[in-house]
T-cell receptor, first 119, second 113 residues
Framework: DTEVTQTPKHLVMGMTNKKSLKCEQH?????MYWYKQKAKKPPELMFV???????INESVPSRFSPECPNSSLLNLHLHALQPEDSALYLC??????????????????FGPGTRLLVL | QKEVEQDPGPLSVPEGAIVSLNCTYS??????FMWYRQYSRKGPELLMY????GNKEDGRFTAQVDKSSKYISLFIRDSQPSDSATYLC?????????????FGTGTRLTIIP
């Protein structure tokens, strides 16, 4: 099973609202990712968590706040967003072999995304 | 120059045709290469994952990597209307996990019944 789930599927919010996106996987993956994808563009990496610690932040504005409460869950807290933040937000997960000798082809499995509209 | 170049299409072919999708890249340090398929309003779905130069086949799909030319391809045989989607190539420097994927811009493919 290579399933990553995301909720909600769709979200409409005003610029003063606070909302959260949720992502869950039960594949035992220890790396989790947030991507943003605008129409007809490839996904853009926002954050990477490795073993529940933030390892990559691609200079994302502070109105996006990630959280990894445990190894299966990843949240993205949204506050004071702008209309240009409207996009498909994708979560992904992968095995994390950092620091091990284990060699295998580890790649990222994506969830279906949350389509966000900021008014 | 973008790190990964991919012909955005759109590409339309009749059902049953062989489809060739291609990406070129500039960073010779890329070691791992992926093809994702993304249906409209859905998340990307992993199709193929390759490491070394050469071919890898999975059903109707064949991924080809030529590291010397910095060129990767995805071939789809006996194309079906259900193959209509956007195809994204992606590549990474390592395979440990937690690394950044660099994507191509995607090719939108339509298979005409």
């Amino acid at each position: 099973d290579t399933e990553v789930t995301q909720t909600p599927k769709h979200l409409v919010m005003g610029m003063t609202n606070k909302k959260s996106l949720k992502c869950e996987q039960h594949m035992g993956h220890r790396a989790m990712y947030w991507y943003k994808q605008k129409a007809k563009k490839p996904p853009e990496l926002m954050f990477v968590y490795s073993y529940e610690k933030l390892s990559i932040n691609e200079s994302v504005p502070s109105r996006f706040s990630p959280e990894c409460p445990n190894s299966s869950l990843l949240n993205l807290h949204l506050h004071a967003l702008q209309p240009e933040d409207s996009a498909l937000y994708l979560c992904a997960s992968s095995q994390d072999r950092t620091g091990t000798r284990y060699r295998n082809q580890e790649t990222q499995y994506f969830g279906p995304g949350t389509r966000l509209l900021v008014l | 120059q973008k790190e990964v170049e991919q012909d955005p299409g759109p590409l339309s072919v009749p059902e049953g045709a062989i489809v060739s999708l291609n990406c070129t890249y500039s960073n010779s340090a890329f070691q791992y290469f992926m093809w994702y398929r993304q249906y409209s309003r859905k998340g990307p779905e992993l199709l193929m994952y390759t490491y070394s130069s050469g071919n890898k086949e999975d059903g109707r799909f064949t991924a080809q990597v030529d590291k010397s030319s910095k060129y990767i391809s995805l071939f789809i045989r006996d194309s079906q209307p259900s193959d209509s989607a956007t195809y994204l190539c992606a590549m990474s420097l390592s395979n440990f996990g937690n690394e950044k994927l660099t994507f191509g811009t995607g090719t939108r493919l339509t298979i005409i019944p």
